[in-house]
């Protein structure tokens, strides 16, 4: 691939993918470790599954029984949010980069993403059908993300309004240019 006088090889533009995978999972390895300890600690039990997915680091701690991290998520996903931020500051600290990492409790994210996706795509019907924005209730940033890509590809706009913790998406048709 050649541009502005620059030639990139497939070989090179490979071994940057796998370079960055490398950090990834690196990223991921050192949340396992720290995840670990913590299970430890509250005495909970869990197995983690390291992955990549989409450019970051994903993280997931999975329990044998239902129920059994309820402790680690709440009702609306609370205490995942701040084990999330914890868990980055940690990745932080040992490998000196910003951490993009997501983490999942007992599949808490997998269902409420699938729970966004389902509201995105009936608020996406409605405002075709009104030709109205429509605003959906308070979001966290990643409620936010979903929602956002499920607009995206859908050809609607959505744009994000307020402050946290009451920061919203409304979506809209496209302005007609």
Do not use: W
């Not at 620059?6 to 940057?16: A, D, K, L, M, R």
């Not at 859908?154 to 809209?172: A, H, K, M």
Request: charged share 30%.
């Amino acid at each position: 691939m050649a541009r502005e006088g620059v030639t990139v090889s497939t070989e090179q533009i490979s071994n940057e993918v796998n370079a960055t995978t490398k950090l990834l999972e690196e990223e991921g390895e050192v949340a396992a470790d720290y995840l670990e300890e913590l299970l430890d600690i509250t005495d909970l039990d869990g197995d983690i599954d390291i992955d990549v997915e989409r450019g970051r680091a994903a993280v997931a701690i999975v329990a044998d029984e239902a129920g059994e991290l309820s402790s680690l998520v709440c009702p609306e996903g609370e205490v995942l949010e701040a084990l999330q931020e914890l868990t980055r500051l940690a990745v932080q600290t040992r490998t000196g980069e910003r951490s993009r990492l997501m983490l999942d409790v007992a599949g808490y994210r997998a269902q409420r993403k699938a729970e966004l996706v389902q509201l995105a795509q009936s608020t996406i019907d409605n405002v075709k059908l009104t030709g109205q924005p429509t605003a959906l209730p308070p979001l966290n940033a990643f409620e936010r993300k979903v929602v956002h890509d499920v607009i995206s590809e859908s050809g609607l706009v959505s744009e994000s309004f307020g402050t946290d913790p009451n920061r919203y998406v409304q979506i809209s048709l496209p302005s007609a240019d």
